[in-house]
């Protein structure tokens, strides 16, 4: 009787310990976990912002709940009410402070921007996925390298109004979208570009180790601007952080998708021939 061979863990050095989550970071990160996920849960957001929940599951159309979570956020956080300068809506403010939806369009200019670092920060705090390359690889969190990243991420996220905890809720908005666009899915064909090294292979396919955040996109051309070797992947819906049309506008259209990381089956995408390099994040 033929057995499959024990699957490849993630090394230690891309998990933290202790995280805020139902499960720990090493079976997030794991290839089990991509093959069979599982619900993720951030502690405390249920108990404790029960109310959207609610104006959610009220709503009667996916505008509807775009348009109740954006007022829950601006509400909740004293959040400008637009990003239009000398608004009248706005509360005046000594100095801008960042927010959700400025950190999503940071993100889509440069994931090695200092609202990138704030991005894998908060992915480190609530998931254990330590990051593995901001600006450089960072070989773990003892090097100079980290440190750097840290100093940024600590710089990114001061004087604002709770943002991480804005990001966690963005985080559970975008899980409850997905749960209603994808009622019967469990996974969603993603594609990324990469000029880095695989992890090795299982049951013959190749592996692949991403950082704790990427950008992923369901066009394989538009895959092409993180590197030149196309990788097709069946990406668990839990481990999705955000995707363009969840909040129109803030991630310019391009079907881009933030995917948390750890360890992947991959499957070399053949239908793309041309080569753009702009980003190794």
């Not at 594609?191 to 369901?218: Q, T, W």
Request: glycine share 6%; with cysteine.
């Amino acid at each position: 009787m033929t057995t499959n061979p024990p699957c490849p863990q993630p090394p230690r050095s891309a998990l933290l310990a202790l995280n805020r989550c139902n499960l720990p970071a090493k079976v997030i990160a794991s290839l089990e976990y991509q093959l069979a996920p599982a619900p993720l849960e951030l502690d405390g957001v249920k108990a404790l912002y029960t109310d959207l929940l609610q104006q959610l599951d009220r709503s009667a159309s996916a505008e509807q709940r775009l348009e109740r979570f954006r007022n829950y956020m601006t509400l909740r956080f004293r959040l400008p009410a637009t990003d239009l300068p000398d608004s009248d809506l706005d509360e005046p403010q000594a100095r801008p402070k960042a927010h959700y939806k400025r950190l999503l369009r940071g993100w889509f200019f440069d994931s090695d921007s200092r609202e990138g670092a704030v991005w894998k920060g908060w992915v480190e705090s609530r998931f254990g996925l330590l990051t593995r390359f901001h600006r450089e690889p960072i070989p773990g969190p003892e090097s100079d390298a980290y440190d750097r990243f840290m100093e940024e991420r600590v710089r990114g996220i001061y004087n604002t109004n709770a943002l991480e905890t804005q990001l966690d809720l963005l985080y559970t908005y975008c899980q409850y979208e997905l749960a209603q666009r994808y009622p019967s899915q469990t996974h969603l064909r993603l594609y990324r570009g990469s000029v880095g090294h695989l992890f090795g292979e299982y049951r013959g396919r190749p592996l692949k180790l991403f950082n704790n955040l990427s950008s992923f996109s369901l066009d394989p051309e538009e895959a092409l601007r993180f590197g030149h070797r196309i990788l097709q992947v069946e990406v668990p819906l839990t481990k999705i952080v955000c995707f363009d049309s969840l909040l129109p506008g803030q991630l310019h259209g391009e079907q881009e998708y933030m995917v948390l990381g750890g360890l992947y089956e991959v499957t070399p995408y053949r239908g793309v021939t041309s080569v753009e390099v702009h980003s190794t994040g």
